[in-house]
């Protein structure tokens, strides 16, 4: 996600990273070259004009600083500009006094209404809630179909009738404070920004229900009508923030990147995946650098975290120290890891992860062929890798279904790559060294100072 | 320190994992690994990808006969179609709101080249092609070809006209064989729906069709498209939901050419076009269309005109796993101008065939690039409206005509 534009602006910087200063003339192609970057990802033409202003006079406020190399004073002009305009600060969740705490999803057709309804549902049941989805959506055949469903996976409450939207709110409600729901969760049909009538509607439904957080659903890859619509939508709603969807696309997510210049709302949360449990908080720092391309660790650490099953990680770390790290270790890891969801999406989060990898698809397929490989090894062959000569290579291959070469790659990478994780695995020394990730063989070199920012994302988070 | 461990082993295990994938195919040149395995359900096999239930049958479907209700006999005949000058006039009225300020003015300046791309880029033209265009015009202005603002307008609506493809819009229907129609795309553009109206819309015109409810992952898309097929009285197969969608569309096709219906009309789930897995089923899909005795007609790439610049991504990576021969351009009633359209025409060579332009079957039309062109250019105000007084549905305002 985003990549289009993290690219552009690796582009642009790797151009500044060797200069010794910048001339004017230096610092206006840089500025092109940003606008240029954020119209291709489809920022509002209006906020991209804004965004390099600000920069620009980020730039000139800080031009007599001897600290920083030109590259690092524009990375960090753009870097500040970045969080300014994704919504600086996170909008926190809060819970009525007298429940329920009701949410209201409004959007164009298509956004994900539906879906993003059915995700915070389980994420409010997630924080320990009991939330209660209202199908308001009478409009689209098969929505309240398609909510009941998704009520019934996640396991929570539905409501709908076959009156009128207002109505269905007005019982909705009712019936919510009789059954002890202390989340409501309205879903409402899509409708053009345009479109008078169902506005006035929908402002209605708001009327009855009297939300604590009505919410847009964006669709990451829309373009520049994103603006006009969140400004028509937040009018007749008065909006407290934007729930993006599809975000786990190639999009390069400008709308995202507007919607707070326009409304001054922030993007709340973020679907980045079809299950329902990929949906998740939305952080503008961390979104800024991962744009720029610096990753985002505090995703994937919470991430991590819920997934991980910390003991055995503990342990695996443990033994990836003493260089005792064995196949079978790395088939429970991968398991973890596998929870954690698509491991593309989890590349995307580290930093100076190579974009070649990053753009590679390591689909469950690939996972799964890996996974074949080592559980046709004997116990023994997984404990010492070294004992499996050719014979054994033919056996393990075709009791996987795989050629031998495949197993060759595997039994290579898993040495050399057990090899340089002793040498960096030394993690209490570890922050010392920030040298960042050595060379790995196999791999497209990755840019130093890519795990140095590993550290300072801990210290961040720990203090 | 524990999440550090935590990541690092995760980190480590991406690695080992990154490195087999890329280093083989650095070294060597073929990557094996990443060769999709030929046969199988990408879907089933790929379980946890998705969410889904057990499937112990996946291959059975069940089909609905539908027996022509008689329900809602008026709402769904399909009357007189819009144009879609007369559909686009919320659009219209920003972007001619651009032009008309620079028609007005008397002399070209950086104001009207900012103006000008202003208005493209909000049209989600995209840069490249807005650059392009508008570099082109600079030259012949600065050679004094173009001399007012009103020529610059009128020769950059030329030159739009241009970047449309000379390309064959109509839907092929071939006589005496059932045609199979493959409509695909991302999430949420309106493929379900068009469905409908295309059924609704052919329906009507006395041709036999199916409609194979391929989207068996949406919770609930089985039953709206059964509702579509109910008003459109066509038959309908349906799957299991997380069912094989393949299958689904088999039995459809079946079912066509032993009734020797005219058109199956197959719907799909919507992906987003960057997962592998989805679009290597979408490719089986299209494997099994090609194998059945049905002639594939039409693989119709549904996009929402509210796109962006991803519209160019989306239209690549459907073309390329199953070669679409048109796109069906939807929800332009909205604000959204979907200039992107205009990029996907020139870089693909995909002819827009239908745009979608409303609510109701009667407002999925046919395309005409001249009159899109057209529309974009019509301006709301320092026109005579000569046709206000017979406009009750708030479009009077922009209905005038432009110079």
Partial sequence: MFDSLSDRFDAVFGKLRNRGRLTEADVDEVLQEIRTALLEADVNITVARKFVSQVKERLVGIETSKSLSPSQQVLKAVHLELIEMLGGEQLRITYAQRPPTVVLLAGLQGAGKTTAAGKLARWFKSQGRNPMLVGADLQRPGAVDQLATLARQVGVAMFSEPTDPVTVAKNAMATARETGRDVVIVDTAGRLSIDTEMMEQVRQVSATVEPHFTFLVIDAMLGQDAVGVAEAFHETLNLDGVILSKLDGDARGGAALSVKGVTGKPVVFASVGEKLSEFEPFYPDRMAQRILGMGDMLTLIERAEASFDRDVAEKAAARLQEGRFTFDDFLEQLAQLRNMGPISGILGMLPGVPKELKNADIGEDQLSRVEAIIRSMTKQERNDPSIINGQRRQRIAAGSGVTTSEVNGLLKQFKEVQKMMKSVGRIPGMKGKGKGMPNIPGLPQMPSGGLGDLPSGFGKRNG | ?403
């Fill in chain 2, 1 to 403: 320190m524990e999440y550090l461990i935590v990541s690092l082993v995760a980190l480590f295990a991406i690695l080992i994992l990154g490195g087999l994938l890329l280093g083989p195919s650095k070294r060597r040149g073929t990557d094996t690994l990443l060769e999709p395995p030929a046969q199988g359900d990408r879907r089933q096999t790929q379980a946890p990808t998705r969410e889904r239930r057990d499937l112990d049958s996946a291959g059975q479907t069940q089909t609905l006969d539908r027996e022509a209700p008689p329900a809602e006999p008026d709402e769904f005949v399909i009357g007189e179609r819009p144009r879609l000058r007369d559909r686009l006039g919320k659009a219209r009225g920003m972007f001619g709101g651009y032009f008309g300020g620079i028609r007005s003015r008397d002399k070209i300046d950086n104001e009207t080249w900012d103006d000008l791309e202003e208005a493209l880029i909000r049209a989600d033209v995209g840069v490249a092609t807005t650059t392009a265009l508008l570099d082109d015009l600079r030259s012949r202005v600065k050679s004094e070809s173009i001399k007012t603002p009103a020529a610059l307008l009128d020769a950059l609506k030329t030159d739009l006209k241009k970047e449309m493809i000379q390309a064959d819009r109509t839907l092929r229907l071939e006589p005496g064989v059932t045609n199979v129609w493959l409509f695909v795309g991302v999430n949420g553009v309106g493929k379900t729906t068009t469905i409908g109206k295309v059924g609704l819309r052919y329906g009507q015109q006395d041709k036999s069709i199916v409609m194979a409810a391929g989207d068996t992952f949406r919770a609930a898309a089985a039953e709206q498209l059964t509702i579509w097929s109910e008003r459109a009285k066509a038959d309908i197969v349906r799957g299991q939901e997380n069912g094989d969608p393949g299958s689904v569309i088999f039995d459809a096709i079946a079912r066509g050419v032993a009734r020797k219906s005219d058109l199956v009309l197959a719907d799909t789930a919507g992906r987003l076009h960057t997962k592998f897995n989805l679009m290597e089923e979408l490719k089986k899909i299209r494997r099994i269309i090609d194998k059945s005795e049905a002639q594939l007609s039409e693989v119709l790439l549904v996009l929402d005109a509210t796109t962006g610049q991803n519209g160019l991504a989306q239209a690549k990576q459907f073309s390329d796993a199953v070669d679409c021969t048109g796109v069906v351009l939807t929800k332009l009633d909205g604000t959204a101008k979907g200039g992107i359209a205009l990029a996907i025409e020139k870089e693909f060579g995909l002819p827009v065939k239908l745009v979608g332009v409303g609510e109701t079957a009667a407002d999925l039309i046919d395309f005409d690039p001249d009159e899109f062109v057209d529309a974009l250019f019509e301006q709301s105000s320092g026109q005579p409206s000569e046709q206000a007084g017979g406009q009750s549905d708030g479009q009077a305002s922009n209905q005038a005509r432009s110079n």
